[in-house]
């Protein structure tokens, strides 16, 4: 979805319903394809409506809005205030802050807010309900996939690896489904993060966009911070995990690494493929970090 996108006269015609006198409409979609966001106002009155990518994405959103109502205040996240199947659309209510992916904070407030990050996501697994043997199924499934795309990727990527890499990702066809019953279940967040934190000095952290919750492992949640953030701010990942209020455990120490590993193996085959350097050294760099810088 490219920026300044206008708002479909359907989705307004279903927003105004919902909040009355709408008089702006900004677009304030991610760039990337499959978002498309709209802020809409009337007078002083805000609301942002969705449309999901799918109905899959529609299902599980409202699922995770419910969750969180159960599980986080009213400044912690926002509210779903209408929905519309047809047209796979959310109204919900705004929240205080700004998302944190692009706030220069200071090194002591960035840390205070990774830890907040953890303390909040620590509540929200704590509500989950027991895993059943169907998501028990789900997560061996879900890691003997990973374990097969990673071996893919390996015959497309062996030539631009160093060996310490080609190891790494070799145990990861090899060990992911080794360790899918000694793993943690939760009711996942499913995208836990910077880009769907939001920090304001008065109110405190907040989380957005449940598109991706569901059920599945813990440690899936800090993919993207022990890719992205970890591996050269060990700071944060301390103040996380103290707000989490524990340390993972030998095998989550050992699942995430490896599951950071099946991440950047697939950013690098697929910029091979489809000759996209941004891919290519997106993976090139999580593979240099995981097989050399993370402790």
């Not at 529609?58 to 912690?76: D, S, T």
Request: proline share 5%; with cysteine; net charge negative.
């Amino acid at each position: 979805m490219s920026q300044n996108a206008p708002i479909p006269p359907d989705l307004l015609r279903w927003a105004a319903d919902h909040l009355s006198g709408v008089d702006q409409v900004t677009d304030v979609s991610w760039p990337r394809g499959d978002s498309r966001v709209w802020r809409v106002s009337a007078g002083a009155e805000v609301a942002f409506v969705k449309i999901s990518p799918s109905t899959r994405d529609y299902e599980r959103e409202i699922r995770g809005y419910a969750y969180a109502a159960r599980v986080l205040a009213l400044h912690e996240t926002p509210r779903l205030l209408a929905v519309d199947p047809g047209l796979q659309a959310i109204m919900t209510s705004p929240l205080p802050g700004r998302v944190v992916r692009d706030l220069p904070l200071q090194p002591e407030e960035e840390r205070h807010v990774h830890e907040l990050a953890g303390r909040l996501l620590r509540r929200w697994h704590d509500h989950s309900g027991p895993d059943s043997e169907h998501d028990r199924e789900a997560i061996r499934t879900s890691m003997a996939d990973h374990a097969t795309e990673v071996a893919t990727c390996l015959e497309n990527t062996t030539g631009h690896l160093d060996d310490a890499q080609r190891a790494l990702v070799q145990c990861v066809a090899r060990e992911l489904p080794e360790l899918a019953d000694g793993l943690p279940a939760v009711y996942q967040h499913g995208d836990y993060s910077t880009r769907n934190w939001l920090w304001d000095r008065d109110h405190g952290h907040g989380l957005i966009d449940f598109a991706m919750s569901g059920n599945g492992i813990a440690v899936e949640e800090f993919v993207w911070l022990c890719a992205a953030v970890w591996a050269t701010r060990p700071d944060l990942k301390a103040a996380y995990l103290a707000g989490y209020g524990r340390t993972l455990s030998d095998t989550e120490e050992r699942a995430l690494r490896l599951l950071v590993t099946r991440l950047g193996v697939s950013y690098l085959s697929t910029g091979i493929t489809k000759r996209d350097s941004v891919l290519v050294e997106r993976g090139r760099l999580v593979l240099t970090r995981m097989a050399h810088e993370y402790q």
